[in-house]
């Protein structure tokens, strides 16, 4: 079971917001998190200072949360075997998506990119079939 805490969700997804806003009014660029990690694995893009910076301050910010006292409290209810073919997967529908979940969703919905839009109905009508059939099929 998942616990919904209300006030920490729309605090990230207003940060989520402000960073991609302030990342295309700087940098003209789409906070896609895959394309940005790309652009720091060899070759390196000419900018890959910025896209540094920027997965180094995904990772800080969790960190500096519990260092001032935060908790961040998660559990993982599935084995590591599901785990790595989940991230196999998703690598394939970021690949055949042409992109990955925060960059259609996030910022192509915001410029109301039709394929971002399909991208993310496809996302998201697969993530609700998929906890169906895991809850109520297969009963994990």
């Known amino acids: 079971m998942t616990d919904f805490t209300p006030f920490q969700s729309l605090l990230g997804g207003a940060l989520i917001g402000l960073s991609a806003v ?3 009014a700087f940098h ?8 940005i990690l790309t652009g720091i694995l060899p070759p390196l893009a000419s900018d890959w200072q910025w896209r540094a910076a920027f997965l180094a301050g995904a ?8 260092a001032i006292g ?10 590591m075997l599901a785990l790595v073919v989940g991230g196999f997967l998703v690598g394939l529908g970021v690949h055949f998506g042409a992109g990955c979940p925060s960059g259609h969703g996030i910022c192509g919905i915001a410029r109301l990119s039709p394929r971002s839009i ?3 109905a496809i996302f998201m009508v697969t993530a609700f ?3 169906f059939i895991i809850r109520h099929v297969i009963g994990g």
């Open 118 to 120: 399909v991208a993310v």
């Open 129 to 131: 079939a998929t906890v």
């Open 59 to 66: 990772v800080a910010a969790p960190l500096l949360f519990i």
């Open 28 to 35: 003209g660029r789409i906070a896609g998190m895959t394309g």
């Open 70 to 79: 935060g908790q961040i409290a998660f559990s993982v209810p599935v084995p």
């Open 22 to 24: 302030l990342l295309m």
